[in-house]
Structure formats: structure tokens, C-alpha cells
């Protein structure tokens, strides 16, 4: 099985957590996650899937889209529902034309400094290492660009819906949103939509299913051993990943291709990269219309960046 799982996160988990519980769903070693996901937020979270782990650094995951709930008249120190409250603000009276105003002036390139929660790394640690650790430490601002911001609903609370690149903080956004709106806040749901070729989603509750014949995930993959539903066997859920499988050349379509012949395919296993499609850049390599290796070309040469183990 090799390709890639798109998985519809639930809130609680970590991106980590999810690699645990699927490879022992499928009883597979080799499974990975593209990015991560905070563990409040929901939605597509990608998993490598066997040789497709290899390939995770060639992934074009450059635009993703979310959708918000950003909670008006508190902020916190993690900038989400998970977080200690520190400081509150009173909240005015907001007008649908003020809140799209906000949104409107955040469109376009800008700079945005990681939050303190993040896993960015600063000196050799991770930040939230320094942040739990009560040590104050900031990360060098990133250009980032936020495509489209679209207001969803305006009440107590603020819905919105961003496309944005990668490397985007919506929990930054919505303190941004907040305060233009001349008050603070953080978010409380963050549900990601899709995540560059990759959105949908198989839940935690199908797989559930899939082992235990209920779908309660909970207490297929969570809680005390003695309390957990039993499983079944593995191969209700092993098909039920093929099903949803994304395969390497659908997961690397918008790459241009080359099609070995037999005789170049033989010389592909044995580290010979095939004529390249184009005069620059990275291109796949396939054979019988499987991704067989990864290759760049550079003035009309090229070489193989990465391929498939050879035996």
C-alpha cells in the first residue's frame, strides 16, 4: 500500500498521534504526516502511506484553505481555546461592512511572526518548548500571503474562511482580525478544508468501524486498555484505505511526467535518471503509470533526486 491517506482529523489528537493510531489500523510500519495539525483543530491531515514517506519533502502543499471561529474579548497565550486567558477587552458593536473591512485590509503579502505555541525552531528547541517553559523567545517574521478572506457570519463570535500559503498562522489572523476590530480574541474551531492537492477526508469513526463494527473512535483508539472496543481483523481497514488512497501520480499530477520505456525503466532501477520533459525543474519519472522516482533537470540534463527502493 503506497500513497497517500487523507485523513478528517478530530480535535484532541496530534498530528502524531493520528500516525500512531492509523499504523495500527493497517498494521503498517512506514506512515508519516506531511505537516502538522494543532490538536484543536480538525479537518485534512495527509498521511504518507509505505514508499510514499519518501517522497513527503517533494509535496507541493502550497495553498490551504481553513475555516475560522475567532471568540471576541479574550486572548490567550496560544492564541486558541487551549490556552491560559491574558488579557480581555470589551467588545463593540460590529457592523458586517466593519468586519469585512478588517478582513479585506489582511489580503495580499505581509510579514507574520510564528506564535510563541509553534514548532518552529529558535536556537536548536522548538518554540512551545520555550513557551511552556515560561522562557520568551520570538522567531523571525516570514513573509506569508493571504489570498482570499471571507467573512462566513458575525455574532459574538466571528466566522471566516482563509486561503492562504503555507506556513500561514490563522490563529496569528484571527488576533490580527481581532485587533482591527478594536478588541482582542483567539480562536475556538479551526477545521483545515484542504491542504494543497489533498482535501476530504476518511474520520476516525469510519476505521472504527472498519476494526470494531462501531464507530465509536474514542473508544476504539483511546482511554484504557481494559475499556477499549475490541479489534478485528485488520483488512476491513486496510480496504477501506485503498478505497481512499491517493496515489503517487495523482498526489504528484501537477508535476510534469516522463513515461519510461522498458529499457529506460531498467535503467532507472539502476540509478540512471530518463530524459527530462523540460529544460528546468523537477519532473516525476513513470513506469506501466507508477511513480517510479522523483528527478530534476538542469539545461536539459538530469538526475534522480529520489526513487523507489530497488531489490
Not at 131 to 138: D, H, L, S
Not at 251 to 266: I, K, Q, V, W
Not at 274 to 298: H, N, R
Amino acid at each position: 500500500m503506497n500513497g497517500f491517506l487523507v485523513l478528517d482529523k478530530p480535535a484532541g489528537l496530534t498530528s502524531h498521534d493520528c500516525v500512531g493510531l492509523v499504523r495500527a489500523a493497517l498494521r503498517i510500519k512506514k506512515v508519516g504526516h506531511t505537516g502538522t495539525l494543532d490538536p484543536f483543530a480538525t479537518g485534512v491531515l495527509p498521511l504518507a502511506i509505505g514508499h510514499a514517506t519518501r517522497f513527503i519533502q517533494f509535496l507541493d502543499e502550497g495553498e490551504k484553505v481553513y475555516e475560522a471561529t475567532l471568540a471576541l474579548g479574550t486572548q490567550t497565550d496560544t492564541g486558541d481555546l487551549e490556552g491560559e486567558a491574558i488579557q480581555t477587552a470589551d467588545v463593540p458593536d460590529l457592523a458586517l461592512g466593519d468586519v469585512q473591512a478588517a478582513l479585506a485590509s489582511l489580503v495580499g503579502e505581509q510579514m507574520q511572526a510564528p506564535p510563541a505555541y509553534s514548532a518552529v525552531k529558535v536556537d536548536g528547541k522548538r518554540m512551545y518548548e520555550y513557551a511552556r517553559a515560561g522562557i520568551e523567545k520570538q522567531a523571525a517574521a516570514r513573509p506569508i500571503t493571504v489570498h482570499e478572506l471571507e467573512v462566513l457570519s458575525v455574532g459574538p463570535e466571528v466566522r471566516f474562511r482563509v486561503r492562504s500559503s503555507k506556513g500561514t498562522y490563522v490563529r496569528v489572523l484571527g488576533e490580527d482580525i481581532a485587533r482591527l476590530l478594536g478588541t482582542v480574541g483567539h480562536l475556538n474551531q479551526l477545521r483545515r478544508l484542504r491542504s494543497g492537492p489533498f482535501e476530504g477526508g476518511v474520520p476516525l469513526s469510519d476505521f472504527a468501524q472498519a476494526l470494531t463494527g462501531q464507530s465509536d473512535w474514542q473508544r476504539a483508539f483511546r482511554g484504557r486498555r481494559d475499556e477499549r472496543l475490541t479489534w478485528g481483523p485488520r483488512e476491513p481497514a486496510q480496504e477501506l484505505a485503498r478505497a481512499h488512497l491517493v496515489t503517487l501520480p495523482q498526489a504528484f499530477g501537477a508535476l510534469p511526467s516522463h513515461a519510461c520505456t522498458e529499457d529506460e525503466a531498467r535503467r532507472l532501477a539502476n540509478g540512471h535518471a530518463p530524459p527530462a520533459p523540460v529544460e528546468a525543474g523537477v519532473f516525476t519519472a513513470l513506469a506501466d503509470g507508477e511513480l517510479q522516482a522523483i528527478c530534476e533537470a538542469t539545461a536539459g540534463r538530469s538526475r534522480i533526486l529520489r526513487g523507489l527502493p530497488t531489490n
